[in-house]
């Protein structure tokens, strides 16, 4: 069975409140929200709560165990963001499964509640129900801890972006679940909690287990992170980069088994030919990993140096598929 053991979390997030105008100011945090008095702090946290009550049909009741109802336009949001994404990946595009909405919202509840995330949740946590743990078992999850000030509009955006990215996850397996070209339809859980003090737990879990019986459409024949231009949000810098060789394309199984890295080889070089330094490298075994994520193959390292708006080429040597060595090489571009 497959073993869901990536968690990720953060903190903030940039305010879309931000006071220009002259006088004496108070900052709840490095000059990104500033008021004068208490009463622009209301203001800004009463239009802060209306901007999120707008992406729920029924707002949470989360300390009553009340898990409320996202609306249809903010799940069409993430979905929508994450097709674009495996669109620039040369993979399907997956659907929505309504069937799963239960499980994701039971289990983002559980993890708004609690102000933590687990993909086995102890039956002892507030608001935990079998749907929440199965949920929790099955999804990417994400939790946000901040002012409500700075919570951002565009927030299903945002939290498929960080997934994307998978910031200081170091098995990359939001990314690698999301960039699975055998994912089925998705769901979309969100519950938010806020307190006394206008400060959000608010948590998301997408449900991921929903797979494809084979890829046969889906013309890349591997999945390159960055690919080509990139847009910036999907993306950083001196994070790790990836590589997967989609091997088969009626069976997962034999991308998992067919595919080794240990003799592979990786340089990334400049627009001008400068050799740029590769690091950090991580690959998956065949022979010994028992628990995988996503397609099942990849090998991953980062670059020093890299800059927006300049191209980069990668080749990658001596990949063995199914005992045979194949050679890969493809070029990025970080786009603002």
Known sequence: MMKFLFILLYFSFISTFVSAEVGKTYS???????????????????????????????????????????????????LKELNLIRQAHGLEAVGYDETKDRFT??????SSANRLLDHYPSSRLKCYSKDGYEGSRHSNMHLTSDYIVFLPENFAEKVIDELIIDDNVFSLGHRLWFLDPFLGDISYGRVTHV????????????????????????????IAYPDKNYPSN?????WFLHFSVIADKSSREKNITSVNYANASISVSSADGRT????????TDPNKD?????????????VDGLQKNKKYSVKIKNVMINGTPKDYEYWFNITD
């Open 105 to 110: 919202t039971a289990s983002a509840l559980i």
């Open 28 to 78: 709840l945090r490095s000059s990104e929200f500033t008021y004068r008095n208490e009463g622009e702090k209301e203001k800004a946290e009463s239009q802060a709560l209306k901007m999120l009550q707008k992406s729920y049909q029924r707002f949470p009741d989360v300390d009553n165990c009340y898990a409320g109802k996202v609306t249809e336009l903010e799940k069409r949001r993430a």
């Open 276 to 283: 740029m330094r590769v690091h950090s490298i991580k690959y």
């Open 234 to 238: 999907w993306f950083t810098l001196d």
């Open 195 to 222: 307190d006394n003090h206008q400060r959000v737990a608010d948590a998301v879990s997408i449900y991921i287990s929903n797979t494809r019986q084979n890829i046969i459409n889906t013309k890349a024949d591997y």
């Open 290 to 302: 028992k628990d995988y994520m996503g397609l099942g193959n990849h090998i991953q390292w980062r």
